[in-house]
């Protein structure tokens, strides 16, 4: 292979395209697109997060400001957590919006993670949103498909693909010649998008919580690079191996549907079709039933929590429960905290891993569609698949936990028990010295470890884009 | 001629993968359709079973303390399911079909959600609805796209030509018979959702099927117009695959996000805080703050005393009421924004059929913002009914037996829908009528 004469070809390519009427319409199309979303992606991030960090910080301070008073309450008064967005979210919205974004953190009870953006949207929402990684999934594989069908195809057609091969140009610098500059092209719209990009990400640098986003932006870069190199070799084939460039049109606006539009919608409705999920309703009803089964705690006659209060005053020397050196009441609402959150927990796992069931069927289908891979891939490290939600959600319930056993615990060590002298109340200065809710994203290497199976199948259907075109070589008909 | 033009299309390719497509998608979604009142049907089935299992175990513990009883009791309101929600899912599955709800405190725990998988909600469910918006229209395209650039292409246009004087009338009618071929299509679905959902063929279905029929017509003038520029197959393949990615992804999409960002809904995350801090901070103050508010809000209960020195049930539940009083405001506000997103958006769609579609169905289904508002609207009088109907029995300290626990059953609220044809048809009739009148007159000059 010739370098001088693959760079020609490729050279040559791109010149054309630029110069056609599709990149026209389409890079007007792209300019107005690529300003709206960065427009409407970085407004969104600002402003939410803005937002959220002001109530967040109203929370903290309003827990801090509560007067003396009996530490059951201040786990009733609880507190919440509110989710931060990620930066590369402004690239990638992916389930931002349809994921909740503050929960309500108090003692007995895990609530639901409220206010997502879907709960307060209109039926639009369905039909998708714009964002600069939706440019890059959908509308940029569509324009390599306009850009590239006719490649090899037309010039076959009008004979020219004779002409070259009989000028003694090799076969592979043909193929490999007319790939690269289809590849170029669109890298052409990938590093205009990663430009604007990379000056949200140097603008947030600053933000500790952050400090990963430059190389989460490296991983996305390159894996958007591999993706169009796929999407470009996937083009040169398919217009190699057809008789009409009319052909490749059709077959690759075909692929193009099914890739993007269809088979994604179809495998998560055949997800969902075959797991099927238990209703909030029926888990919570599960829930308790399970609890009950452990020991009731609305029974005073509850052989459980019977044993435990023998057990303690055996152990305490004691006669009644007035008696022992801590408060009791504390002290059986710590031992029902623990066990009701890890009933709780035990359920919400399970009900995860139907959902993971239910998502895999579309997970595992990156190795028949590139772009699965790289919609999997791209959200995770824009912070805004599933597992981020997740890690949010742990974080917060871990805090919840938390807050409740500490007030459990200053009830035992400081208020008496029920007719014991002593006071009702303790200092509100307990409150300052609980540490507000700190959240920080899913670490780079978590997220690689989640998504091995979209950055495995996007690097084989790397390589069999590169034996495709190695094959194509070979046998590539001039006629 | 037409069985001629019937003959010829049925042995293309094309015609027998559409038929495929549609009728195994279309069925898919129908059974998608079927999964999801299933579904629902067992939530309803659980949340009455919830109801009276847990008034039978929380009265055995607490029988004589009522306040306390029903500091416990939950309340179960249900929409009522309609089947033809399983026609067009939209928003339901993101907003919750039924609420579980104490008498304390309202705004904490009426927006509760319910669980989904966040992979599910975005990738949107596949009902017939989609199917009507989304793959009818690549049909239509797919089969007319070379409606005259293949003859062309191929030769035989000029045979052709030479052996009829209208040309025009010839390629129309080669439309319409693809045309008519996806009608069949789609009334054979619509009649089947009908019969394995069980959908009353009543005002509602009957719009959402003239309105998907109308709908189909427009795509069908976009194509006639297409091919009526008479350019070649490339071409039109294009530039119809161009215009549906622009009608069904990125318009809509374009104004999802306008509304989203113009119309930003920080109330919802301010009530929530509001809500807590009304309420709590009452435990630190005068009961005298409490009670001021509460008997402004329900007078009747002027008489009840309040212990000064210790609690009361009357003291507590008047706090948990000034909770919500605290958030009513920014709770409306809210509310006002959301329903002031869903104006905007229907304002634009009526220039969009795709989003104007997606909207009416949603609507006509009862599974759109409106909807689910109107239902939050029913759940808190619903609460305050309640409210106001135990409020004395807990001052007055009623034995808990004194209620008739067996009426207080999972009660249901069924959707009211009001519609107006000419709201829902006119704007795409329209817009129809105009691109068929440019296509025709393209023709005439063939």
Redesign the interface.
């Known amino acids: 292979m010739r370098k001088n004469v693959i760079y020609l070809l490729a050279q040559q390519l791109c010149m054309d395209a630029i110069r056609s009427k599709v990149m026209g319409i389409a890079s007007i199309l792209m300019v107005f697109l690529l300003s709206f979303s960065v427009y409407s992606g970085w407004e969104n991030y600002h402003d939410q997060n803005n937002t959220r960090d002001v109530i967040q910080g109203e929370v903290q301070e309003s827990w801090e400001n509560n007067p003396d008073k009996h530490p059951h309450r201040m786990a009733h008064y609880g507190s919440f957590a509110i989710r931060i967005k990620h930066i590369l979210s402004v690239f990638d919205l992916g389930m931002e919006n349809f994921v909740g974004n503050a929960v309500f953190l108090e003692a007995h009870k895990q609530n639901t993670v409220n206010f997502s953006e879907a709960s307060m949207s209109t039926g639009l929402l369905r039909f998708g949103e714009v964002s600069l990684a939706m440019l890059l999934k959908v509308i940029v594989p569509l324009l390599i498909f306009y850009l590239g069908f006719a490649t090899i195809a037309r010039e076959r057609e009008n004979g020219t693909l004779k002409l070259l091969i009989g000028q003694g140009i090799t076969r592979r610098e043909i193929v490999f010649g007319k790939w690269l500059g289809l590849w170029s092209l669109s890298l052409l719209f990938l590093f205009t998008v990663f430009i604007v990009l990379l000056f949200f990400v140097v603008i947030e640098s600053h933000d500790v919580m952050q400090a990963e986003s430059p190389f989460r932006y490296t991983i996305l870069l390159v894996s958007y690079i591999l993706f169009f190199g796929i999407l470009s070799a996937i083009t040169i084939l398919v217009s190699a191996f057809s008789k009409t460039a009319k052909g490749a049109l059709v077959k690759l606006l075909g692929i193009w549907l099914l890739f993007v539009i269809i088979v994604p919608k179809s495998l998560q409705a055949i997800g969902y079709y075959l797991y099927p999920t238990p209703s909030k309703i029926e888990m919570e009803t599960a829930v308790e039933h399970d609890l009950i089964k452990q020991g009731d705690s609305h029974n005073p006659d509850d052989p459980h929590f019977k044993a435990i209060k023998d057990s303690v005053l055996l152990a305490n020397n004691v006669e009644k429960v007035a008696d022992l050196p801590f408060n009791y009441g504390g002290f059986i609402m710590a031992k029902g905290e623990a066990l009701s959150t890890k009933v709780y927990l035990e359920h919400q796992e399970k009900l995860y891993d139907v959902y993971n069931k239910q998502n895999n069927l579309e997970r595992y289908s990156a190795f028949v569609n590139p772009y699965t891979a790289i919609k999997n891939l791209s959200m995770a490290l824009s912070g805004t698949d599933f597992k981020s939600f997740l890690h949010f959600k742990g974080k917060a319930e871990a805090y919840r936990f938390k807050l409740a056993q500490e007030m459990n615990r200053l009830q035992m060590d400081l208020i008496p028990n029920k007719g014991k002298a002593g006071p009702n109340t303790i200092s509100g200065d307990y409150w300052k010295k609980f540490p507000p809710f700190e959240y920080n994203f899913l670490s780079t290497t978590k997220v690689f470890k989640n998504e091995m199976i979209s950055i495995l199948a996007l690097f084989l259907w790397g390589v069999l884009g590169v034996l495709g075109l190695l094959r194509l070589s070979t046998n590539l008909k001039a006629i | 001629m037409y069985t001629l033009l019937f003959k010829s299309f049925f042995r293309t390719k094309i015609f027998l993968v559409s038929l495929m497509l549609l009728i195994t ?1 279309g069925t ?1 979604s129908i ?2 359709g079927k ?1 999801y009142l299933v ?1 629902q049907e ?2 309803i089935v ?2 009455q ?2 109801q009276k ?2 008034v039978k ?2 009265l ?3 029988d004589k303390d009522i306040g306390l009883l029903l500091y416990y009791l939950k309340f179960t309101l249900v929409k009522k399911p309609a089947n033809i929600s399983a026609i067009s899912i ?2 339901s599955d ?5 609420q ?1 709800v104490t008498i304390r405190g309202l705004e ?1 725990q009426k ?5 989904g ?10 009902d017939l609805g ?1 199917v009507i918006i ?2 009818f229209p ?1 049909v239509l395209i797919a089969m007319t796209f070379n409606l005259y650039s293949e003859e062309k ?1 191929l030769g035989t246009w000029r045979i052709l030509a030479a052996q009829t004087s209208k040309k025009g009338k010839f390629l129309f009618n080669k439309l319409i018979v693809r045309i008519l071929f996806v009608f069949a299509i789609f009334v054979f679905l619509m009649f089947l959702a009908s019969g394995i959902l069980q959908i009353p063929m009543n005002q509602n279905f009957w719009a959402i099927f003239f309105h998907s029929l109308l709908y189909l017509l427009f795509w069908s003038a976009l194509c006639l117009f297409t091919v009526s520029l008479l350019k ?3 071409f039109n ?2 530039a119809l ?1 161009s215009i549906w ?1 622009v009608l ?3 318009f ?10 113009k119309y ?3 109330e ?3 009530a ?2 509001e809500q ?2 009304g309420y ?1 901070e009452k ?2 103050l005068e009961k005298n703050a409490t009670m001021a508010g509460f008997y402004e809000a329900y007078p009747q209960f002027n008489n009840y005393p309040v212990p000064e020195d210790r609690f009361s049930w009357i003291w507590y539940y008047g706090m948990q009421h000034m909770g919500d009083l605290a958030a009513k405001e920014t709770s409306t506000e ?1 509310v006002e ?2 329903k002031l ?2 104006v905007i ?2 304002k634009i ?1 009526l220039f969009v059929p ?2 104007h579609a ?2 009416s ?2 609507s006509l289904a009862g ?3 409106v909807s689910h508002l109107n239902f939050l609207k029913a759940l808190t009088q619903f609460h305050e009914r309640l409210r106001v109907d135990f409020y004395p029995r807990i001052f007055d300290k009623n034995p808990s037996d004194s209620v008739d626990w067996s009426n207080h059953k999972a009660k249901f609220y069924t959707l009211k829908n009001n519609f107006s044809w000419i709201y829902i048809m006119l704007p795409t009739i329209l817009i129809t009528m105009l691109i068929t009148v440019f296509g025709l007159f393209n023709l005439r000059k063939l």
């Open positions: 998608v898919v059974l998608i999964q579904k067992k939530t659980a949340a079973e919830f299992e847990s175990r929380i055995k513990y607490n939209g928003q993101v907003n919750p079909l039924l579980a904490g927006y509760d959600t319910d669980f998988n966040p992979s599910l909600l975005m990738s949107g469910n596949l989609f989304y793959l690549l292409e070649n197959s490339s393949a294009l695959i990615v069904t992804i990125l809509p999409a374009v104004v999802n996000n306008y509304v989203i960002n930003q809904v920080p919802a995350l301010d929530m805080v807590r801090d709590h435990w630190d809210m924004k959301v997103r869903n958006s229907e769609a795709t989003m997606q909207l169905f949603n599974t759109d913002m």
